[in-house]
């Protein structure tokens, strides 16, 4: 088994395995309540396989992608986290999902892993914490507001696989302020900008 990305006292991190997919779709299919909340549905046949496959878009910039295995002490798998460092913003580490079955939420299981990601993310350099969150899933609203999350954007009308929602996007500054977060994010829109209007113009001129 590949060495634990990082650890809390109940659920060790590490790399998912193709082998361990079957696994997490049984998961999924006993414990539908996230599914039914955020996606109108229970969980696909080949949800698991779907989430195991995602990769971040490829317009976008990004440093290394983890689709994490969460054991507990016995070595058995217990639900699933995706996180992608540098996800559109160097220095902002995207928790993309946190998966954990129902009977393992209110037991503090949740926060610790949180503070374990939270250490790990911080020691690589990461200096704000990002994710979305579906408005309509106020449990999971509720706990990031709790963790020190600050809903940064609201957007709406967005499929998130079979249902249409409002999504929050949600910030946790750690080393870096909110106010830089936002200026940096303001800068690279400003070069994505540039960049488009300088192929439309390169594409333009080629035509001539």
């Known amino acids: ?6 650890a809390s006292a109940d659920l ?3 790399p998912l395995r193709a082998e361990q997919v079957p696994a997490l779709q ?6 539908p309540g996230y599914f039914r909340t955020v996606n109108g549905r229970d969980a696909l046949p ?3 396989q779907q989430e195991f496959d995602e990769r971040p878009p490829p317009h976008l910039p990004w440093r290394e992608h983890h ?3 969460l054991l507990d002490r016995h070595g058995r798998l217990q639900g699933t986290a995706v996180v992608t460092e540098d996800l559109c913003t160097p220095g902002c580490t995207h928790l993309g999902l946190l998966w954990l079955p129902d009977p393992l939420h209110g037991l503090g299981i949740g926060q610790r892993w949180h503070a374990a990601y939270q250490a790990w993310a911080r020691q690589r350099g990461a200096r704000w914490l990002r994710l979305g969150v579906v ?6 609203a509720d706990f990031w507001q709790r963790l020190g ?3 940064l954007r609201v957007r709406e009308g967005v499929d998130t696989g079979g249902r249409v929602n ?5 910030l946790q500054p750690l080393d870096g302020g909110l106010d830089e977060y936002l200026e940096r994010r303001s800068e690279e829109h400003t070069s994505e900008l540039q960049s488009r209007l300088h192929l439309v113009c390169r594409l333009l001129l080629e035509k001539k």
């Open 1 to 6: 088994m590949p060495e634990a990305v990082f």
């Open 12 to 14: 060790a991190a590490h």
């Open 26 to 31: 049984a998961l999924f299919s006993a414990h």
């Open 46 to 48: 080949d949800e698991a």
């Open 67 to 69: 689709h994490l295995a």
């Open 135 to 140: 408005e309509a899933n106020t449990r999971a």
């Open 149 to 151: 999350y600050q809903r």
């Open 166 to 170: 409002t999504l929050w996007t949600m």
